[in-house]
């Protein structure tokens, strides 16, 4: 258990639909990552958000947004669903500013999702 | 934008050699440097980072390499295990705490 909790492990969803997917980061990280993963494309970076606030973000789509609470856990919601969003989601929290420099990411175990 | 380049074949080692694995990038030079085992459905795991002023930086039996004239990193593993199977990506940060950029990554297989 890595400590970066993500909810749920599998999601099954048609076309034209809306999903929400949950990531609780590791006990006292600031910083929150959401990353998409397909066959094609690798890992592509979407958002990155520390205490509450967007930091930066990546090839994110409009249809695709997200929010980091108060209690530090964050939400991605993606809407009008396509066949092609089907892919890993990875949360990835990170500790830096608390540890050091001299470390990475924290991943979660990601959320599959299927559209069909 | 930032191009990684990893080996897209994969690497067939014997049990006991050493693993290389290469990470070549385009454009600027990263900050960070780091590189992350990932394990088929599973998210990936770091294993080490190293700055854009450090040649080298090791952890047991793993060692990263930075060269940013040639704009390339090397990743060792010694005395590989059948258990060191897996997918290694190499990611790359412009800045402190700015977006981590992954490359596609290499396979790995340790035969015994």
């Known amino acids: 258990d890595s400590g970066v909790t993500q909810t749920p492990k599998h999601l099954i969803t048609a076309t034209g639909q809306r999903v929400t997917l949950r990531c609780s980061p590791r006990s006292g990280d600031l910083s929150v990552y959401w990353y998409q993963q397909s066959l094609d494309q690798g890992l592509q970076f979407l958002i990155h958000?520390?205490?509450?606030?967007?930091?930066a973000k990546g090839n994110i789509l409009e249809r695709f947004s997200a929010q980091q609470f108060p209690d530090l856990h964050s939400e991605l919601n993606l809407s009008s669903l396509e066949l092609g969003d089907s892919a890993l989601y990875f949360c990835?929290?990170?500790?830096?500013?608390?540890?050091?420099?001299?470390?990475?990411?924290?991943f979660g175990s990601g959320t599959r999702l299927t559209v069909v | 934008s930032q191009k990684i380049e990893q080996n897209s074949e994969a690497l067939n080692i014997q049990e006991g050699k050493t693993a290389t694995l290469t990470c070549n990038y385009t454009n600027y030079s990263p900050a960070y440097l780091q590189w992350y085992r990932q394990d088929p459905g599973r998210g990936p795991v770091f294993l080490l980072l190293i700055r854009e002023n450090e040649k080298e930086k090791r952890k047991e039996r793993l060692k990263v390499t930075f060269d940013t004239t040639l704009k390339q990193s090397l990743f060792h593993i010694t005395a590989s295990q059948p258990a060191d199977s897996a997918t290694y990506l190499c990611?790359?940060?412009?800045?402190?705490?700015?977006?981590?950029?992954f490359g596609a990554g290499t396979i790995l297989r340790v035969k015994s």
């Open positions: 990611a790359l940060e412009r800045e402190y705490g700015n977006k981590l950029v």
């Open positions: 958000y520390y205490n509450g606030e967007e930091r």
């Open positions: 990835a929290s990170s500790s830096r500013w608390r540890e050091g420099r001299n470390y990475g990411y924290t």
